[in-house]
């Protein structure tokens, strides 16, 4: 079979992003991990896996493919909440923002 194609799969995630965007908080976030949880994993991994200052190239190639796989998952949520409060749930906190 192969890999999947890099854009392919930039699509699918953001294509499950946007079904995402539509469900209530409650029921977003759980699915949300779910979605980000191997991008979000291998990224970590990839960054416990640098030694010192040295980064293989390869390594940062994927972990910019990890970062836009994140993005992708979260480009067109909205959350519509004041930035100085919190989800009714407690599950999320925002800071305001200072001048």
């Known amino acids: 079979m192969g890999q999947i194609n ?10 499950l992003g946007r079904i995402l965007s539509g469900l209530q908080l409650t029921r977003l976030l759980p699915l949300l991990q779910k979605l980000t949880a ?3 994993d291998r990224l970590k991994q990839l960054c416990a896996s640098s030694t010192g200052s040295f980064v293989k190239a390869s390594h940062l190639s994927e972990a910019c493919s990890c970062l836009n796989l994140l993005a ?10 004041p930035p100085w409060t919190a989800d009714p749930e407690g599950q ?5 923002a200072k001048p």
Not at 6 to 13: A, M, N, S, Y
Not at 72 to 81: E, G, K, P, Y
Not at 92 to 96: D, K, N, R, T, V
């Open 92 to 96: 999320l906190e925002f800071q305001q």
């Open 38 to 40: 191997p991008f979000h």
């Open 6 to 15: 890099p854009k392919g799969l930039d699509t699918v995630v953001e294509s």
């Open 72 to 81: 992708a998952s979260v480009r067109f949520l909205d959350f519509q909440l």
